[in-house]
């Protein structure tokens, strides 16, 4: 009993800080933030979009735990649906855009000699999480 808590708190752990150290680089290397203000010429509003991407994170991630049930009509799913696939395809993308913050990474942490391990512990950490959440919760 103690073995599989311990697996669950290690795992989500380092679900959680992969998905956060992907957002922040995300966020700090593309500069999406100061990049969207100075696009829409907002720049005395930069404070609402930072509270707002906080706000936004903390949201979701409350809401991912409690798993909240919308009662919500499918032509509302249909749009929110298209937007929540929208962001992680185009967030996917951008990641892949910024993959050098891998290397720099490895640097940093002294661990440059064993980034093919670092990546291919990313991918199957991916393939494996993928599969168990198809494979235990859909059609459940």
Known sequence: ??????????????????????????????????????????????????????????????????????????????PMGLAGGVFVGLLAAALTEVLNVLPILAKRVGIQDKIILLLMGIVLGKVFGSLFQWIYFVDR
């Open 1 to 78: 009993m103690t073995i599989k808590v311990l697996f669950v708190i290690l795992s989500g752990f380092a679900g959680g800080l992969a998905v956060g150290a992907g957002l922040v680089a995300f966020l700090t290397v593309l500069g999406i933030l100061p990049r969207l203000t100075q696009l829409s010429k907002t720049i005395k509003f930069l404070k609402w979009y930072e509270w707002a991407v906080v706000l936004g994170a903390v949201t979701g991630t409350i809401g991912s735990l409690q798993d909240p049930i919308l009662h919500l009509p499918a032509f509302l799913l249909i």
